[in-house]
């Protein structure tokens, strides 16, 4: 089934060349809403009744931007201390090697989009909004970024990190009711994620890649909400 979902941003993106460096290294976060297609057919413009049903952070780094300040990632602390940096620095526009290029295919547009957390509250699990939901985001990213980056696929219900769980307990996406079994949990994890259009990535563990350009265009699946 095809659901009208639709991403609420919580910023506009600076995208300006002459911006200070600062501007490399974005945090997004977006709300996923859904529409029922009765409200699509009586909506108003400006009043869209529109329910919130997840969340999605991510981090953008603007390659470009660096390469036009003769930057890499190797300047910038918040990204190269990250646990899984080198997953990351593989895609350097400085570093990146042959061997990387001929697994991950080139793109005309080397920013990266890291996904960190992407949750879908209990009860509009297992619909298919998720895989939807991640389908249309990788859609609505072309031109915007070249590569979308998993460095983790961990389950959060079996995450160390206790600061990640109460991220998905403020967004009020619950994590109970999640699978219990750890293998079975990261199996169909990572079967998630191969079916939206991401790969693994090299020999690092539970790492996934996905080369937007190589995605065959559609009718988009999820859309920029503006109101």
């Known amino acids: 089934m095809n659901y009208n979902l639709y991403l ?11 911006a200070d460096s600062g501007s490399l290294r974005k945090t997004i976060f977006a709300d996923i809403m859904h529409q029922k297609r009765t409200a699509v057919a009586n909506a ?21 931007l660096a390469m ?3 930057l890499n990632m190797t300047q910038f602390r918040d990204i190269t201390l990250s646990v899984r940096s080198k997953v990351l620095l593989e895609l350097d526009y400085t570093l990146i090697t042959q061997e990387t290029i001929d697994e991950v295919g ?10 960190v957390n992407f949750g879908i509250s209990a009860a509009y699990r297992n619909k298919g909004m998720g895989e939807q939901f991640l389908k249309g985001l990788v ?8 590569y979308i980056v998993i460095l983790n696929s961990e389950p959060v219900q079996f995450a160390d990190r ?14 109970t009711g999640l699978e219990k079994d750890r293998e079975k949990a990261q199996f169909k994890l990572n079967a998630f994620f191969q079916r ?10 539970n790492a996934f890649i996905c080369n937007v350009d190589q995605v065959v265009p559609d ?3 999820v859309k920029h909400a503006v109101n």
């Open 196 to 205: 939206c259009g991401f790969r693994s990535f090299k020999n690092y563990e």
């Open 162 to 175: 206790t600061q990640q769980n109460i991220i998905y307990e403020n967004q009020g996406v619950a994590l």
């Open 139 to 146: 859609k609505q990213m072309k031109g915007f970024c070249g």
């Open 68 to 70: 036009a300040y003769g």
């Open 219 to 221: 009718r988009m699946m």
């Open 106 to 115: 080139v793109v005309t547009n080397p920013n990266i989009i890291v996904l």
């Open 44 to 64: 108003k413009d400006d009043e869209p009744e529109r329910t919130r049903i997840g969340f999605v952070h991510m981090i953008h780094y603007h390659q470009a």
């Open 8 to 18: 609420k941003y919580e910023l506009d993106l600076n995208l300006d060349i002459n």
